[in-house]
């Protein structure tokens, strides 16, 4: 009981912008569903029905909430909604204890696809600045999608309007004939669909 009424207490004491929890990743698809984590760097911050907004301006207004997967006093995991091109904010939107603004810490893109017959994958391009998007930033490499487990070899590929736009991918295997059902957001193969 000390512990959260001290924590309380602290968290009453400073300012509701700053720096008190991580993100990870910080970029990704204005066609959302990226799954983020959220993890404190203070102890105990998030409540149990909590609620997470992505938001546009540095005062953590206006917004769209995201979809909480899983939640503990520590850590948050998340899916973000869709969202154009802009660096958002963060807003934690507690029903107890006060609430936490962390302006500029999630960068939404429209990404482009390509598909790599000989590498067996798919390149992420970072449409805003025509440039690669590591879809694996723990990595020193510059990540795409992986296709070689499914031995494919990608031949076409259509996003899709299912759900948000270009949420999903269907990739063509020019070698199996078969279809990757592909999460765009997520950098993973869902589900191979057999066509012959």
Do not use: H
Not at 103 to 129: C, H
């Amino acid at each position: 009981m000390k512990l959260k009424y001290f924590l309380f207490i602290l968290l009453i004491s400073i300012s509701i912008k700053g720096q008190y929890f991580k993100v990870y990743p910080n970029a990704g698809s204005v066609a959302g569903g990226t799954r983020v984590i959220l993890k404190s760097e203070v102890g105990q911050i998030f409540e149990e029905d909590v609620k997470v907004k992505f938001t546009v301006d540095s005062n953590c207004t206006y917004g769209s909430y995201a979809k909480i997967i899983y939640n503990d006093s520590e850590l948050i995991i998340l899916e973000t909604p869709p969202f154009y091109e802009v660096n958002a904010g963060i807003f934690i939107d507690n029903p107890k204890i006060p609430d936490l603004c962390k302006p500029k810490s999630y960068m939404y893109f429209a990404l482009g696809y390509t598909s790599n017959q000989l590498s067996s994958d798919m390149s992420v391009i970072n449409t805003r600045y025509n440039k690669l998007f590591d879809t694996n930033p723990s990595t020193p490499e510059i990540d795409g999608i992986d296709l070689s487990c499914y031995n494919a070899i990608p031949l076409g590929s259509a996003m899709t309007n299912y759900g948000a736009e270009g949420r999903y991918i269907g990739q063509i295997d020019g070698y199996n004939g078969d279809l990757l059902w592909i999460d765009a957001s997520n950098f993973e193969v869902l589900e191979t669909i057999k066509l012959q």
